[in-house]
């Protein structure tokens, strides 16, 4: 069967690649990654921390019955079991092996004649491989933060570029037959998400944009509930029949999370379907809540670029839709604020939570009858990093642009001031201090009640 996939996508050929390097290093664990490669299941961890210091008494008894501990051997090998379990888990579950050990000697020797060094020497090994596990497992949890972070951000740029260019390739073409171009069919979506959030309304402007685009006439969006198709019209185009859920085509679409359409399916008689196309609703976060059917399309329109352009359309709703939903509380204090700034806003700010990544925002602030502190302003919104969201704020007595800057600290941030120092003297001949803006940051960290955005905010309102 062929697929319409997203470079990204599960389906596309860079996916295939990875789950194929990823099974062949599986493949090739030795055995140190066994022993150092924790369970994530509470009760198999307990059994592990309770079962192996007894297993390594129980392999010493048959080895050496009269020295099962090797207290007279080179080197006290029944230390082994504890020692993995901190380089497994930490200290804790280690210290938690030395106590089954102290209790096995004190069973069979009594508590006269305490090895002190024997044990001593035990526990500071365990407390230093435990203390060496702690660290690195602290750490290995702070990258996958971030690399989660930047895969779901690289996934959704991926959308947006080739949302662009697929809007720049049919712009000449298109403008006469539809009414509506690709832009401005982002900027309803966005408008009417961001005014009714998730309501009937932002569904049925998701139709029309689709409608006029990509001359869909008959269609149905229904809602998806935990990977399970429901009976439950999100809205629909024209005046279609009941969706059969249990459709083969619907089937299809929904397994893979990927655009299905009847041409797929001519060679099939097994997977015959009554529908012309179906698409998943799936945010960047993965996440399944909606599905597009349609009933009726234009032959000449079951083109892969009408297709790829019904996958982005979908794709870039549904992430609206999401941000939406994440950044009502913003929205509700701060209603000028822009969509995307609020949701990487919002992302940062859990990032910092869970992983204790900081990330930083840059307010220049000046007051709006300096003409000239605004335009540099205006210039400077053009010249953000791609990885970098900014915002520039206007009201009657201050302007100013705040600039997020994701996993950044305050050294990034006076990095970015000495640039756009330097930018300003070259091209205005003076320092950015010297034209009238004031420049403020704004850690975004796990400190308790700290809000960098509401702290910006009131600076604007201060006198």
Not at 94 to 107: H, M, R
Request: with cysteine; hydrophobic share 45%.
């Amino acid at each position: 069967m062929t697929q319409l996939h997203l470079p990204g996508s599960p389906g596309s050929d860079h996916s295939k690649t990875e789950r194929q390097s990823q099974h062949d290093e599986a493949a090739g664990w030795s055995l140190s990654d066994s022993l150092t490669s924790p369970i994530r299941h509470r009760w198999a961890v307990a059994g592990e921390i309770a079962l192996l210091p007894v297993i390594g008494l129980l392999i010493g008894y048959l080895i050496n019955p009269e020295d099962f501990l090797f207290m007279e051997s080179q080197y006290p090998w029944i230390w082994l079991a504890p020692s993995i379990l901190a380089l497994r888990y930490g200290p804790m579950p280690g210290l938690a092996g030395c106590v089954t050990i102290l209790v096995a000697w004190a069973a069979t020797h009594g508590v006269e004649s305490f090895p002190k060094i024997y044990f001593m020497g035990g526990l500071i090994q365990i407390m230093l491989i435990g203390e060496f596990s702690s660290l690195w497992i602290n750490k290995n949890r702070r990258t996958d933060a971030m690399h989660e972070y930047l895969s779901e951000r690289f996934q959704a740029l991926t959308h947006q570029h080739y949302l662009l260019r697929l809007s720049h390739d049919r712009l000449e073409q298109d403008l006469i037959a539809k009414p509506m171009a690709m832009r401005d069919a982002i900027a309803a979506m966005q408008h009417d998400i961001s005014v009714s959030g998730n309501s009937q309304e932002s569904a049925n402007t998701l139709l029309r944009v689709l409608a006029q685009y990509c001359q869909i006439e008959e269609a149905t969006l229904l809602a998806v509930d935990d990977d399970e198709m429901t009976d439950r019209v999100i809205a629909k185009l024209g005046t279609p029949e009941p969706v059969n859920t249990r459709d083969p085509l619907i089937r299809l679409s929904l397994d893979n999370r990927n655009l299905m359409h009847a041409g797929e399916t001519l060679h099939d008689t097994a997977l015959k379907s009554q529908y012309l196309v179906a698409a998943p609703l799936v945010n960047v976060t993965g996440t399944c809540f909606g599905m597009l059917v349609v009933k009726r399309m234009p032959f000449v329109s079951m083109r892969d670029d009408i297709l790829l352009a019904i996958t982005l359309l979908l794709a870039y709703y549904a992430d609206t839709l999401s941000s939406a939903a994440v950044c009502a509380d913003v929205i509700a204090k701060t209603p000028s604020c822009p969509l995307p700034f609020a949701f990487q806003t919002k992302r940062m700010e859990h990032l910092a939570n869970v992983s204790h990544v900081r990330s930083v925002l840059v307010l220049l602030l000046t007051d709006s009858g300096n003409q000239t502190a605004c335009d540099i302003l205006i210039a400077l919104k053009k010249q953000k990093r791609t990885v970098d969201e900014n915002w520039l704020h206007e009201t009657e007595q201050k302007t100013g642009l705040l600039t997020l800057m994701p996993l950044s600290g305050r050294a990034a941030a006076e990095g970015y001031l000495n640039r756009i120092n330097l930018w300003t003297t070259e091209k205005y001949d003076t320092p950015i201090a010297a034209s009238g803006i004031s420049c403020h940051f704004f850690e975004i960290d796990n400190r308790p009640n700290s809000n960098a955005l509401q702290e910006a905010m009131d600076l604007f309102r201060a006198d």
